[in-house]
Nanobody, 116 residues
Framework: QVHLVESGGGLVQSGGSLRLSCTAS????????VGWYRQAPGKQRESVAT???????NYAESVKGRFTISRDNAKNTVYLQMNSLQPEDTAVYYC??????????WGQGTQVTVSS
């Protein structure tokens, strides 16, 4: 079983920054893709940023230029640096990892709230 522990969420004012962390209980190099998703109240969960095995980062259009995903394989940790946060970024953010056989795991989620 894979466990993902997220941290770094919180309350921030519009224009502020937060860095989310997701630490896995197994080496993240074993996964085909690692990434972050979010779900706002009343909305479907959406992809925010992912890094596939190719290493080419993918971002939702709404966060391009503001968010940066990165990984530290030695620490089994995936990060999401979020800058210029806006109220519309308010959501529960989830870490996600996908194995080569498409089995995926989710973290418990961390709340990010951006006040205007």
């Amino acid at each position: 079983q894979v466990h993902l522990v997220e941290s770094g969420g919180g309350l921030v004012q519009s224009g502020g920054s937060l860095r989310l962390s997701c630490t896995a209980s197994v080496p993240i190099v074993s996964f085909n893709t690692v990434g972050w998703y979010r779900q706002a109240p009343g909305k479907q969960r959406e992809s925010v940023a992912t890094i596939p095995h190719t290493g080419i980062e993918n971002y939702a259009e709404s966060v391009k230029g503001r968010f940066t995903i990165s990984r530290d394989n030695a620490k089994n940790t995936v990060y999401l640096q979020m800058n210029s946060l806006q109220p519309e970024d308010t959501a529960v953010y989830y870490c996600n990892v996908v194995r080569i056989d498409d089995i995926q795991y989710w973290g418990q989620g961390t709340q990010v709230t951006v006040s205007s």
